[in-house]
């Protein structure tokens, strides 16, 4: 066993994590605030006015960065909770269930935004089209996850009947998709889609995707800020939480 | 002893489970009345016009079914959970994987086959035409099954756990969607005068993902529930 | 992309109500996860020192 490893297994420790994840906190926070600085800039004042849609299509600077973060965010913690599974670890468990809130508030800000520009655009907040009705799935799948949580008072059972059900979700995440997708095609009275997007200026890419980071980077430095907190609150009885600097 | 046959052991649950659900006879026709009521419901609410009530039957029916089918998951272990039949199903020689199937099928036999039973009665009162009656009939007898053995997963995870109904539902109802959308999506082809064969093969192929994952999974959340 | 005024910047072209709708949703999820999560660590913490108390209390 190479001494790499090692080295990584020491962090596997809610105690040893805690400090690590506060060291990095600020780097993904500054990170995401320059990113979020410059896409918005580049959303309000590089990219320009839409041939089609005037300037409502500027919602899909946070749109689809929004949608984008909530799937990803939910590959990942279906990753972490494979993980705590296969491996018993309990900072795998603690890591899913400190991503799944800032998941579920990019699934919901996906939905506001897309029924704000859905209104502009075809006439109504809501379309059914596919990609908005397998974001509103997600949500419900990421609340699944939240209460499911939530209801099981041991953290140990918890972890594990929401590993399963992150799991069971992430294998059923294509299929709904693709059913989605299936319904929208068959019924095409109400063929609108959001997702035909303005064709893409250089500039309206840039834009999305520098937000997607910012997007990204804020992810990452809440989930390493809710699971200290998350460690702290399943730590509580522990001397080193008696000894914690800010417990004082 | 040597364990018995993995066929012998899951007809052995069918069996046992059939037997005392004899015992509590009132127990389907929960399903059953709640699968009644709210089909007719639907035509209370939206008015009893022939053709607007023709144009939304399957979709109706089949909602109904799944609501049906979800209200019934929260007897599918609990019985045995509480009286430790299950934890002796954990321990048994025979695969937990094998025990849980048994019960998800014995539970399909009880509390769901009578849905898709009664289901032409339903169609006949919105008027649906004799074929499409027929189509509704063997989708439901392809998708109640993927709806039990995907229920069981919820049933299984929230053994014991507060919660109750709604919990599940909100588990379940997502991972429903696919079986909802090919189900209805197969009866509402047939009834435009469509070929509904793309919807029926992935309604089974709904099915036998369901087959070969569900009862892993729900026999994890059952060994989770026990620890 | 150059904005006439600051009046126009604030209309959108007509669609102000929307694009800023979206923005400030953002803005404000954005924020209220920030101060929750705040106040969740500084309960953790809270939760903390009383148990600490009632440890050396007890000893």
């Known amino acids: 066993m190479s001494s790499g490893l090692i080295h990584w297994f020491r962090y596997a420790s809610p105690p040893s994590f805690y400090p690590l994840a506060g060291r990095m906190t600020p780097w993904f926070a500054w990170l995401a605030a320059v990113s979020g600085a410059v896409g918005l800039w580049i959303a309000f004042f590089v990219a320009p006015t839409d041939a089609q849609q005037g300037e409502s299509y500027r919602i899909i600077f946070v749109h689809v960065p929004a949608s984008w973060m909530s799937m990803f965010l939910y590959l990942v913690m279906a990753g972490w909770s494979g993980l705590g599974l296969a491996l018993n670890t309990r900072l795998s468990s603690m890591m899913a269930h400190a991503i799944a809130p800032t998941g579920a508030m990019f699934a919901f800000l996906s939905l506001w935004t897309g029924a704000l520009w859905g209104r502009p655009t075809w006439g109504t907040y809501w379309v059914w089209d596919a990609r908005l009705t397998s974001e509103l799935v997600l949500f419900f799948l990421y609340l699944g996850y939240m209460a499911l949580r939530a209801a099981i008072d041991d953290p140990r059972r918890g972890d594990r009947a929401a590993a399963v059900l992150a799991l069971v979700g992430v294998i059923n995440v294509p299929i709904i998709y693709f059913s989605v997708q299936w319904w929208n095609t068959l019924h095409q009275g109400a063929s609108v889609s959001l997702t035909r997007a303005p064709s893409m200026a250089a500039a309206m890419l840039a834009g999305m995707l520098i937000m997607a980071f910012a997007f990204w980077m804020y992810s990452i430095a809440v989930s390493l800020v809710r699971v200290r907190a998350i460690i702290l609150e399943r730590e509580a009885h522990t001397e080193w939480a008696y000894q914690l600097k800010e417990a004082t | ?227 | 992309m150059t904005w006439g005024s600051a009046a126009e910047f604030f209309a959108m072209g007509g669609y102000g109500f929307y694009v800023w709708g979206s923005f400030l949703a953002t803005v404000v999820c954005i924020a209220a996860e920030m101060l929750i999560l705040r106040a969740r660590r500084q309960s953790a913490l809270e939760r903390i020192r009383a148990e600490r108390l009632r440890y050396e209390a007890a000893a």
């Open chain 2, 1 to 227: 002893m040597s364990a018995p046959s993995f066929r012998a052991a899951f007809a052995g649950i069918v069996r046992r489970d059939l037997r005392l659900a004899a015992r509590r006879k009132s127990e389907p026709l929960f399903s059953l009345g709640f699968f009644v009521l709210v089909a007719s419901l639907f035509p209370l609410g939206l008015g009893p016009e022939p053709e607007l009530l023709r144009r939304v039957a399957p979709g109706v029916l089949w909602v109904a079914a799944l609501l049906a089918s979800m209200l019934s998951l929260g007897r599918m272990f609990v019985a045995d959970f509480e009286d430790g039949t299950l934890e002796q199903l954990a321990l048994a020689p025979v695969p937990l994987v094998v025990s849980v199937s048994g019960k998800v099928a014995a539970h399909w036999l009880v509390s769901e086959l009578p849905l898709v039973l009664v289901s032409p009665l339903l169609a006949l009162q919105y008027g649906l035409p004799a074929d499409v009656i027929g189509l509704l009939m063997i989708s439901l007898l392809i998708g109640t099954p993927a709806l039990s053995l995907v229920g069981a997963i919820g049933a299984a995870l929230t053994l014991g756990v507060r919660g109750g109904g709604a919990l599940v539902a909100l588990l379940v109802l997502p991972l429903y969607v696919p079986t909802l959308i090919f189900g209805a999506g197969a009866v509402d082809a047939r009834l435009a005068g469509l070929s509904s064969a793309a919807n029926l093969s992935l309604l089974g192929a709904c099915l036998i993902l369901a087959t070969v994952f569900a009862p892993l999974a729900a026999a994890a959340g059952i060994r989770i529930a026990l620890e």
